[in-house]
């Protein structure tokens, strides 16, 4: 028990960032400034939780760094999406480019920063890693998908296939307290697409942004997106395992 309370404790540090951002949509949701559009307010919310998780050493420079790149592969894959109509953003705001506020690359952010701290205060290691040619070729194709499968066939479950291939053998530790835990990587993503996908529901409720069949009147967000959410984990940890592989070696990955 005494773990089970220290493991939800460091959970919740971890998802600091992730909090702000629910915070921001929760508060602009019940309050407006005059002059100031909700999205634009947003946005100045992150902004000052990013510094503030610098400031308060939080959060490490290189992981700002991993959050940076986050950020740019987010916003891409949010213009692509918003012009293609898969969801939309109907507010004004003066941050908005091609139909897409710029707060939007915070919510990729906030996934890479609840990795990267996660992966700090639990210790992370991970075994039998898969070669990086296959690792970093599943990761692209599964991005590249996310583009093509509106003109072509959608080959997520192909996909999958190939994950439980290439990741059956890898294991994840992580210690809480001095005792430590082990699970299949598979399990974690699975765990944490979850997670996310509970996570979407209640974004959008708050209006971070609006899917078609949520125009007229909010519903549940439907449960295959929690497969949407499965691959985006996978491509946000195999970009993080990659970067501090090469950084630390095998200090990390085993």
């Not at 003066?94 to 707060?103: A, E, Q, T």
Request: net charge positive; hydrophobic share 55%.
């Amino acid at each position: 028990m005494k773990n089970f309370i220290y493991f939800g404790y460091l959970q919740a540090i971890s998802c600091i960032f992730p909090v702000i951002i629910f915070g921001a949509l929760a508060l602009s949701k019940i309050f407006s400034i005059p002059y100031l559009p909700r999205y634009d307010f947003i946005l100045i919310i992150c902004i000052l939780g990013q510094v503030f998780m610098l400031a308060s050493k939080l959060e490490t420079w290189d992981e700002f760094k991993v959050i940076c790149l986050f950020h740019v592969i987010g916003l891409a894959l949010e213009l692509y999406k918003v012009h293609m109509g898969s969801w939309a953003y109907p507010e004004g705001a003066h941050s908005k480019i091609f139909g897409v506020p710029l707060y939007s690359g915070f919510m990729y952010a906030s996934v890479a920063s609840y990795i990267c701290q996660a992966w700090r205060r639990f210790d992370l290691h991970i075994y039998r890693w898969p070669a990086s040619i296959f690792a970093v070729l599943i990761g692209a194709l599964i991005y590249m998908n996310f583009f093509t499968h509106h003109y072509f066939y959608d080959i997520r479950w192909i996909l999958k296939a190939l994950l439980f291939l290439i990741f059956f053998r890898t294991i994840v530790s992580f210690r809480v307290n001095e005792k430590i835990y082990k699970m299949p990587i598979i399990l974690s993503f699975l765990l944490i697409g979850f997670f996310i996908c509970v996570a979407e529901n209640i974004t959008t409720f708050l209006g971070a942004w609006q899917y078609p069949n949520q125009e007229q009147v909010w519903s549940i967000v439907h449960i295959g997106k929690i497969s949407s959410w499965f691959l985006l984990v996978i491509i946000s940890i195999i970009i993080v395992v990659q970067l501090k592989r090469v950084k630390s070696g095998t200090e990390v990955v085993r």
